[in-house]
């Protein structure tokens, strides 16, 4: 099982960019998909997540409103809109899944498959 995650890359502030996550070898539904991000020197911190089923999605305050969280069933892939984009949002983006419970839905240690990782950066 493996999440490719792309799509970073070098933006100006107030730009845009689309990071996209898609799964392959998944021989079974998970219930919940996310985007976490860790800057330089920073715990690794919750960003959005999506459930599988029905769709409900979740954000964390600083990023409510600029950001979206989607999927595409078909293709097995999660995508994370990210619009506004500050110098603060600067960090190494990863994406995961996993069978959690709604409650927990962000909790890092909900997630049993990760992604690699692709870096954001945004300049002031």
């Known amino acids: 099982v493996q999440l490719q995650a792309s799509g970073g890359g070098l933006v100006q502030a107030g730009g845009s960019l689309r990071l996209s996550c898609a799964a392959s070898g998944l021989t079974f539904s998970t219930t919940q998909w996310a985007w976490f991000r860790q800057a330089t020197g920073k715990e690794r911190e919750f960003v959005a997540a999506i459930r599988w089923n029905g769709g409900s999605t979740f954000y964390t305050d600083s990023v409510k409103g600029r950001f979206t969280i989607s999927k595409d069933r078909a293709k097995n892939t999660v995508f994370l809109q990210m619009n506004s984009l500050n110098a603060e949002d600067t960090a190494i983006y990863y994406c995961?899944?996993?069978?959690?419970?709604?409650?927990?839905?962000?909790?890092?240690?909900?997630?049993?498959?990760w992604g690699q990782g692709t870096q954001v950066t945004v300049s002031s």
């Open positions: 995961a899944t996993g069978n959690g419970i709604l409650s927990t839905i962000r909790d890092a240690r909900q997630y049993d498959v």
